[in-house]
């Protein structure tokens, strides 16, 4: 059985606003950086953070600046 790996860093993160505007998520001060890579069926869990008006975006998993392998929906509140 064949099983690849997806490289993982923080700097392959980035979000967007309802506008289209790029943000790109750091580490939470004092969270550890993630394993360098994925295999297939692991999870693991960091948190990043970004400065975003409030509205709708979507965050992206792209490695290594390639295509996005992932998108997740949002919606920023402040209440």
């Known amino acids: 059985m064949f099983r690849s790996t997806s490289p993982v860093a923080a700097a392959d993160f980035t979000s967007i606003d309802h506008l289209g505007a790029v943000y790109h998520p750091t580490l939470v001060p004092g969270q550890a950086a993630p394993p360098a890579a994925l295999v297939p069926g ?33 919606e920023v509140e402040n209440d």
Request: hydrophobic fraction near 50%.
């Open 42 to 74: 692991q999870a693991m869990t960091f948190e990043l953070r970004a400065v975003m008006p409030t509205s709708e975006g979507l965050m992206r998993w792209a490695p290594r600046g390639g295509p996005a392998l992932a998108s997740w929906d949002f």
